[in-house]
């Protein structure tokens, strides 16, 4: 039984109730017997009936009816907010065409048009002109957007990279910091000149072929270091002054060595101070003046001496390469650990002006041939917290031979 059929029912049965109470009021009436209690029980039922008929009314025919409407009330609410929601949109959009946007203006910083469009593939552009001018400036904002997005993720890169860079800079020093402090502590006067190997060795003529060489055969019998000078000189002749130098190997003539020794030779410590079989001639023509400077290699003191003459005068040559450095006048050598050689002839130190060296051992000169690269470390050195070996930076050939050139 659906709803309606059970709502006729209902009605039926107050229908009922009532003609029944009608015709029992009217036959007891009739014949004069109305009872009280009889008309009380049916006033009751009928009471009951009707309450239950205005439930089953309420529940199936108002409630709905009050559902519904409540719905249409909340869609009317609805229609008339998206109404002012329509409303404040016309009025935005009129506001936003009355508004005078250019994207050429320079100030907002947009890609002009010419140069977005070189970006665009040809169909693009084609289909681009043919847009609202609208639709045109959206496009051109996205692409902006976007390009923006990029750089942005291009800059955190950067960002990332940056600290990155830092930290591993800061471990760097922090190592390089350390190892001085070790350095610094472990290290005395005395070790710091010690020579770390007996001698530097002729280097093996298997090592290098004919063709790499040169035209010039004394190079496979030089020692390192006047190996590595020779190569400098060459390269800084051809890069800069073919004209004007000249480079070339000699064999060193020893039969005459140490004879203005103040030692005697019969010494054996004289023996040990032999320069090696070939040394370097260096000739530099510049403002009708000629630098001759030949470079000799002694392997057991293991320094480099240089011997100038200009314009054949020793002493100017000599004057000229003092005027380089103030504080380099090759008077003294260069490596310490020359005072150790001597220690078993019963020497403490070894003096050049006692040994009849073919010129002087500048320290620049040992730089540029791989014999030296680092300072010279004194005890206030050492002493000294804010020193740094990593600070030092000795001059390179080139340098070192333009400064030559110039003070010629």
């Not at 009936?49 to 559902?67: A, V």
């Not at 093996?204 to 055969?217: A, D, E, H, M, W």
């Not at 003096?351 to 206030?380: A, C």
């Not at 050195?381 to 001059?395: A, S, T, V, W």
Request: aromatic share 10%.
């Amino acid at each position: 039984m659906n709803n309606k059929d059970n709502l006729i029912s209902q009605q039926q049965i107050c229908l009922e109730l009532i003609n029944k109470l009608k015709e029992g009021v009217k036959e007891k009436y009739e014949n004069n017997q109305v009872d009280k209690d009889y008309l009380m029980e049916m006033m009751f039922q009928l009471k009951e009936q009707h309450s239950k008929l205005e439930e089953l009314i309420e529940d199936q025919h108002w409630r709905p009816i009050k559902e519904m409407i409540e719905k249409i009330n909340k869609s009317n609410n609805k229609l008339e907010s998206f109404k002012y929601e329509k409303i404040m949109l016309e009025s935005e959009i009129n506001d936003l065409r009355q508004l005078q946007f250019d994207l050429s203006n320079p100030s907002l910083g947009i890609t002009p048009l010419e140069k977005f469009l070189s970006f665009q593939p040809s169909q693009y552009i084609e289909s681009f002109d043919l847009k609202p001018k609208e639709k045109q400036s959206i496009e051109r904002l996205e692409w902006e957007i976007y390009q923006r997005e990029l750089k942005l993720i291009e800059l955190e890169n950067l960002k990332k990279l940056r600290i990155k860079l830092k930290q591993e800079d800061e471990k760097a020093n922090n190592q390089l910091k350390q190892f001085e402090d070790k350095l610094k502590e472990n290290l005395n006067v005395k070790k710091a000149v010690e020579p770390f190997q007996k001698f530097i060795g002729i280097l093996p003529i298997s090592k290098y072929k004919l063709n790499n060489i040169g035209n010039n055969p004394l190079l496979l019998e030089s020692s390192q270091p006047l190996y590595i000078l020779y190569h400098e000189l060459i390269y800084f002749k051809e890069f800069f002054f073919n004209e004007n130098l000249t480079v070339d190997f000699f064999k060193s003539n020893n039969e005459d060595m140490n004879i203005d020794n103040k030692n005697n030779c019969i010494n054996k410590s004289t023996k040990l101070i032999n320069p090696s079989k070939v040394f370097i001639s260096l000739k530099i023509k510049k403002n009708e003046k000629e630098l001759l400077i030949e470079f000799y290699y002694y392997p057991n003191l293991k320094i480099v001496t240089v011997l100038p003459s200009l314009n054949g005068n020793f002493e100017m040559g000599q004057k000229l390469l003092e005027g380089l450095d103030n504080s380099d006048t090759g008077l003294m050598t260069p490596n310490l650990s020359n005072h150790f050689i001597f220690e078993s002839f019963g020497k403490d130190l070894f003096k050049l002006d006692e040994h009849n060296l073919k010129g002087r051992p500048y320290k620049w000169v040992q730089f540029i041939t791989g014999l030296s690269f680092l300072p010279e470390i004194t005890p206030e050195n050492m002493k000294d917290k804010n020193f740094q070996l990593h600070d030092f930076q000795p001059k390179t050939s080139h340098k070192i031979l333009f400064d030559i050139i110039n003070s010629l």
